[in-house]
């Protein structure tokens, strides 16, 4: 199983972890941090709509917020499945 982080724990960002799993078991998004109680599921459909465009089917997602921008968290999720595929070191 493949597994790649993109972000930080500093302000105004966001640590993303991105775990393969087995086919047909789908999209599972877990948000922690301090905007995940008023904004998750803005996040959620963000992170959904990333990982859907890049034609990914079965992955975990973990993301810990720290107050990351939209664009921040789609730039993250990005880099992290992109990182679990074998790309941008």
Sequence with gaps: MNTAQAGTLE??????TVSQTAPGVGVKIKI???SAVRFKS???KKTAE???SMGVKDI???IQ???ALDIVLGARVEAAVKRMMGGDK
């Design 42 to 44: 803005a996040m959620e």
């Design 11 to 16: 302000s105004m960002d966001c640590l993303v």
């Design 32 to 34: 922690t941090g301090s």
């Design 65 to 67: 917020d720290n107050g």
């Design 60 to 62: 975990d997602v973990s």
């Design 50 to 52: 990333v990982i859907a």
